[in-house]
């Protein structure tokens, strides 16, 4: 059950990144990430009155929640931070390159993730799922090389850092998630780091952008709401299948990035990329991968 969570999963979070795209272009990238946290936490507003209240009244649905300590909130919190600030950096970098460098750079994160959950929680992959991981290796190798013909150098454009930097802080955030979904009930989790996310973001953007909003202007598109709900809908299979005592957080999450074969197709087709000859090679990399992952972990 918990791959096909995954799996599910990672087919949201590919419609998310085009939604991700497709609400930035040419858009203040702040207000957009403010207005996602804002729209999540109105999805979750009777999750999180439920835990406050303590009344139970969603017993039995799929926002059933609990109301959890002093000690479960700070947990929360520490992810919210993870998460946000991998967002920032993860929304200015999609904001400026294509989508069909981002998604693979993006896929590569299971790689990071496979090294914390071997040295912290003594996972151990079997050969089929090492040849999945070694695959997606090689792809980033490849995409490296085949955006140069774009003009985008690895190793000094600023988005391609962002990018990367995003990458790493959400590989670290895999490895907490898979720490405190050992105690904690998903919908507590995915309902106030989203309350807190919105605080945070409210922060940031009363300081950041506000004062700077004649310069960084916004515009509404119906692509922003859709960000949340496809966002909502990836965590929430993703934080299920990490509840399954059988889940593996290197293999959820290499699952998880082939949402890149949904993004790089959408980059083709919706927003017209070019060099797509040589990076279908990096995703038909990918794809090989994810299937010895799902073989060797049935």
Same mark, same amino acid.
């Given at each position: 059950?918990?791959?096909?969570? %995954?799996?599910? !999963?990672? /087919?949201?979070?590919? /419609?998310?990144?085009?939604?991700?795209?497709?609400?930035? $272009?040419?858009?203040?990238? /702040?207000?957009? &990430?403010?207005?996602?946290?804002?729209?999540? +936490?109105? *999805?979750?507003?009777?999750?999180?009155?439920?835990? #406050?209240?303590?009344?139970?009244?969603?017993?039995?649905?799929?926002?059933?929640?609990?109301?959890?300590?002093? @000690?479960?909130?700070?947990?929360?919190? #520490?992810? %919210?931070?993870?998460? /946000?600030?991998?967002?920032?950096?993860?929304?200015?970098?999609?904001? @400026?390159?294509?989508?069909? =460098?981002?998604?693979? *750079?993006?896929?590569?994160?299971?790689?990071? +993730?496979?090294?914390?959950?071997?040295? =912290?929680?003594?996972?151990?992959?079997?050969?089929?799922?090492?040849?999945?991981?070694? &695959?997606?290796?090689?792809?980033?190798?490849?995409?490296?090389?085949?955006?140069?013909?774009?003009? *985008?150098?690895? +190793?000094?454009?600023?988005?391609?850092?962002?990018?990367? %930097?995003?990458?790493? #802080?959400?590989?670290?955030?895999?490895?907490?998630? $898979?720490? *405190?979904?050992?105690?904690?009930?998903?919908?507590?989790?995915?309902?106030?780091? +989203?309350?807190?996310?919105?605080?945070?973001?409210? #922060?940031?953007?009363?300081?950041?952008?506000?004062?700077?909003?004649?310069?960084?202007?916004?515009?509404?598109?119906?692509? =922003?709401?859709?960000?949340? =709900?496809?966002?909502?809908?990836?965590?929430?299979?993703?934080?299920? %299948?990490?509840?399954?005592?059988?889940?593996?957080?290197?293999?959820?999450?290499?699952? $998880? $990035?082939?949402?890149?074969?949904?993004?790089?197709?959408?980059?083709?087709?919706?927003?017209?990329?070019?060099?797509?000859?040589?990076?279908?090679?990096?995703?038909?990399?990918?794809?090989?991968?994810?299937?010895?992952?799902?073989?060797? !972990?049935?």
């Amino acid at each position: 059950m918990w791959v096909s969570l %995954a799996f599910l !999963s990672a /087919l949201m979070l590919g /419609l998310y990144d085009v939604a991700k795209k497709r609400s930035l $272009r040419e858009n203040a990238v /702040l207000p957009v &990430l403010w207005l996602n946290t804002l729209f999540s +936490t109105i *999805i979750f507003a009777p999750a999180l009155l439920d835990s #406050i209240v303590g009344n139970g009244w969603l017993n039995g649905t799929i926002l059933a929640t609990v109301q959890g300590s002093w @000690h479960d909130h700070a947990m929360v919190f #520490i992810k %919210a931070i993870m998460v /946000l600030s991998s967002w920032i950096f993860g929304y200015f970098g999609i904001k @400026h390159l294509p989508i069909t =460098i981002v998604g693979p *750079i993006n896929a590569t994160r299971p790689v990071m +993730t496979l090294v914390g959950a071997m040295l =912290i929680f003594g996972e151990r992959l079997n050969g089929y799922q090492w040849v999945g991981v070694v &695959l997606a290796i090689a792809s980033l190798y490849l995409l490296s090389r085949s955006s140069k013909k774009e003009g *985008i150098n690895f +190793t000094n454009n600023r988005w391609i850092l962002c990018v990367a %930097a995003a990458a790493v #802080i959400g590989a670290c955030c895999g490895l907490y998630d $898979r720490h *405190i979904m050992f105690s904690l009930n998903p919908v507590f989790v995915q309902s106030w780091y +989203t309350l807190y996310q919105f605080v945070l973001m409210s #922060i940031i953007v009363a300081i950041l952008w506000l004062p700077k909003r004649n310069e960084q202007r916004f515009h509404w598109s119906w692509a =922003i709401p859709m960000i949340s =709900i496809l966002l909502t809908t990836a965590d929430m299979a993703y934080l299920y %299948a990490l509840r399954d005592s059988a889940a593996m957080i290197a293999v959820v999450s290499m699952i $998880r $990035r082939s949402s890149v074969l949904v993004s790089f197709t959408c980059g083709a087709l919706v927003f017209g990329e070019r060099n797509l000859r040589a990076k279908a090679l990096d995703l038909l990399l990918i794809l090989i991968g994810m299937i010895f992952l799902y073989i060797g !972990s049935k």
